[in-house]
């Protein structure tokens, strides 16, 4: 539902100025979900910039709430301090109303897990708030379309698959400083590469 126009370096994005990057080209090069994500935490009358910084900025916002997430469903306490879900179930939905804001319903996400993780650090969340914070982020993702409990898996890019072949050939040839840069590389795009006996595996960074 965005209508605002994706700009590039504060200019239009559009085919006439070479400025522009295919759907294609970017999942290619990034995890789809952060650039849901990315879209959704902008106003959807707002312009919309693109650029590789905003989408990494993206996917790390989405990996802290995920992380979150996975950490809501170990906790085991029976009692604790109360954690009151109602009240940022409200405020989201209140924000939502508000000319579909979803930077400023996000940001209510954002309130509520630094609550939590204060309780968590101190053992002080029951696992009865913490079952109702998890599906509060499950209502969330089934109305932004972006999977927050992380129970969506994503395909590998092509280009992190790429890479992760390139360091492997590079390992066998004994280049070990050059598959270190490269595995350098594919870190910093959110993947860890695990060497196996079979060759190599490729796994998001945080599941």
């Known amino acids: 539902v965005h209508t605002g126009v994706v700009t590039v370096g504060n200019t239009k994005m559009s085919k006439s100025l070479g400025n522009f990057i295919t759907g294609k080209e970017m999942i290619d090069h990034n995890d789809p979900d952060a650039f849901r994500f990315m879209v959704v935490s902008r106003l959807y009358r707002s312009p919309l910039p693109y650029s590789e910084k905003l989408l990494t900025q993206a996917k790390q916002n989405l990996e802290t709430i995920r992380d979150f997430a996975r950490r809501l469903k170990q906790v085991k306490a029976r009692a604790g301090t109360s954690l009151d879900i109602a009240s940022y179930h409200k405020q989201f939905f209140a924000r939502m109303d508000d000319d579909f804001n979803?930077?400023?319903a996000?940001?209510?996400?954002?309130?509520?897990?630094?609550?939590?993780?204060?309780?968590?650090?101190?053992?002080?969340?029951?696992?009865?708030?913490?079952?109702?914070?998890?599906?509060?982020?499950?209502?969330?993702?089934?109305?932004?379309?972006?999977?927050?409990?992380?129970?969506?898996?994503?395909?590998?890019?092509?280009?992190?698959?790429?890479?992760a072949k390139e360091r492997n050939s590079l390992r066998t040839q004994g280049k070990w400083a050059e598959a270190d840069g490269l595995r350098a590389r594919i870190s910093e795009q959110g993947y860890i590469v695990k060497d196996t006996k079979d060759g190599f595996e490729i796994i998001p960074r945080g599941e």
């Open 102 to 104: 979803t930077p400023s």
């Open 106 to 163: 996000l940001a209510v996400i954002f309130t509520l897990m630094r609550k939590a993780n204060t309780l968590m650090k101190q053992e002080k969340l029951s696992a009865k708030d913490a079952k109702q914070a998890l599906a509060f982020l499950k209502e969330v993702e089934n109305i932004i379309g972006v999977p927050l409990t992380n129970t969506i898996s994503t395909p590998i890019p092509q280009a992190i698959t790429a890479l």
